[in-house]
């Protein structure tokens, strides 16, 4: 899943904003369930992100899972050590050709309208994410031949392409929730409950929701808050709390300054979460989680050929199709240094898409020859030996003779997010470097929705952005094949680069089919070293996962992995933590109430917020001017 994605600001003012925005939330939850907020055992969150969509059809970035894991299930979920255990899914077996697979689908689960969780959900989904190109379930079902059948109420079979083991229940591959048949079902036929427009299993917002976990969505306000509520129907362990409500603020300073409003945040800049390190009230983790963020460039969306698939589009400069520019990029960016400088030490150097978290013995890590390595002279060697010179001496070398656009200049648009500091605060470290091998950079900060437009037109050429993987890499390795691409200028593609090598997605193949783990890590390693060489990211660093908490709110937190992985385990599927929250109060035995394990009062914050707001507003009044950072 796409990272950047708990930074989305929002043009308000930083605590006044965050402050009116939590008293309106809490009323407006006080009136829906018939009951002030001090009966109910609520737990608040904030990040600085806004979800790309609560529907898994169309869902893809990495905060929109933190919504998904307390209310769907996967068919195999894995445990804190990414070893595979049953979820909706309690057994599978494998044919003797391994080319048919039959899951047993519980019979235990009840969605929360009161309808039964049945195999038929199961296969319905499959089929639905295969045939209506969903954004990121689709990578895991291209091996399958042909749709997903039921056998009857509690099993579902399907065949594949070729052997594998993929499917086999013994690693947790298919990252996908199982969705309520009976309510897309009546969206395919144009049925939408929400009344969206078009009605289609994609543009369905899903707000209200039906799930089969422990929490569903209740309500959803862009630029302020998500709320879910307890599944009525839900047959596991009974949480503790009733409300799961998350907060979006501006920003890091407008959200450490709310800690005394929300009971846990994720933070993305460094210098914010250190200062928040020596509070006595607030524990810190700076997580290990999979996650790599990455300098990409446009390898050619306006050059590729044509097939049924993509459309040459966009308007990349041509020097990026050349992997000797690329890996020449790729040397001039000192990874240490952004660790040190940028990170202020937290993460670790990047190098393969396949981050250190993942399952054991998938990672590739380049050495000696294979590194390329920090060098800015063999850079610009590298560079002058391919003919890109600065025949003018004005600093910036030019496209060689016999090339796309002989005499063009090496002036690169390098996007960064505005979403995301660190992404800010990379760029003239990598403008320097590559200054210093005669590549010049334009930095044009833009917010995360806006490059994701840009990156689907292919009208860029460098962009700063980032990765949260699966455990498995087969679903990074999937996002960099051929029919990964953005495919006509408009449409969301996870290839962003547009990278596309046709050795590469027979790999990417042979590793699906090879039915021996070390046999698959062999290839799932030429495909890092591959992907590497040819320099369509250079990964800048792997992240961590700043995450800052009230310790006298709430215990029970799981990381994943541990001990300091993902505080709220973002990314499987049924998350426990939801099962083992609680207040401080009821875990000491001392009985306080919800309101006390939360602290200020709703009617004392929207008293804080209306001050505020008459100030903000005369203030406004005053400047009569804001700035629209989308422009």
Known sequence: ????????????????????????????????????????????????????????????????????????????????????????????????????????????????????????????????????????????????????????????????????????????????????????????????????????????????????????????????????????????????????IYRSFKNDDALSQALIQVDFAYITTPNVFDSLTNREDIGTVAGSIPSFSEIGVNTGSAYQEADGYFTPHGDGHPALTDVTVRQAIRMAINSDELVDKVLLGYGSAGDSIVPPVTLPGARWVPEGEDKLAWDIPAANQLLEDAGYVDSDGDGVREMPPGSLEPGRPLEFRYYVRTNEQTSVDAAPFVSEWLGQIGIETEVIAVTTGRLGDIVNGGTYDMYSWGWYPGVDPDAVLSWMTCDQRPPDGSTYGNDDSYYCNPEYDQMYLDQQQALDVNDRWDIVHEMQKIFYEDAAYSIMWYDPQFQAYRTDRFTGYNPQPPPNGDLLEGFGGISSVWLTLEPVSEAEGGGGSSAEARGVSPLLWAGIAAVLVIGAIVLFARRRRVSDEDS
């Not at 939850?29 to 059809?57: H, I, K």
């Not at 169309?58 to 933190?66: I, K, R, V």
């Not at 929400?194 to 899903?206: L, S, V």
């Not at 998500?226 to 009525?232: G, Q």
């Open 1 to 244: 899943m796409r990272r950047g994605t708990r930074t989305r600001p929002w043009v308000v003012l930083m605590l006044a904003g965050a402050i009116a925005t939590g008293s309106r939330a809490q009323v407006a939850f006080a009136q829906d369930t018939g009951s002030t907020t001090d009966e109910r055992v609520v737990f608040t969150w904030g990040g600085t992100g806004e979800p790309s969509s609560l529907n898994p059809m169309s869902g893809y970035l990495g905060l929109d899972a933190y919504f998904w894991t307390p209310q769907y299930h996967l068919l195999i979920d894995f445990d804190e050590n990414f070893d595979a255990e049953p979820s909706l899914a309690t057994k599978v077996e494998t044919s003797d050709d391994n080319m048919t697979f039959t899951y047993t689908i519980s019979d235990e689960f009840v969605w929360s309208d009161g309808e039964p969780v049945t195999a038929e959900d199961a296969a319905y989904t499959m089929n639905l994410y295969k045939n209506n190109h969903a954004y990121l379930p689709q990578g895991y079902l291209t091996l399958i031949d042909g749709d997903v059948r039921l056998i009857d109420d509690t099993h579902i079979q399907f065949d594949t392409l070729g052997p594998t083991s993929l499917y086999s229940g013994e690693v947790p591959y298919m990252i996908f929730y199982i969705l309520p048949k009976h309510v897309f079902e009546e969206v395919e036929k144009g049925n939408c409950p929400d009344g969206a427009d078009p009605c289609t299993p994609k543009g369905y917002e899903n707000v209200p929701s039906v799930g089969s976990g422990p929490f569903t969505i209740a309500e959803y306000e862009i630029g302020e808050f998500v709320r879910m509520e307890r599944n009525p129907h839900w047959t596991g362990p009974e949480p503790v709390i009733d409300e799961i």
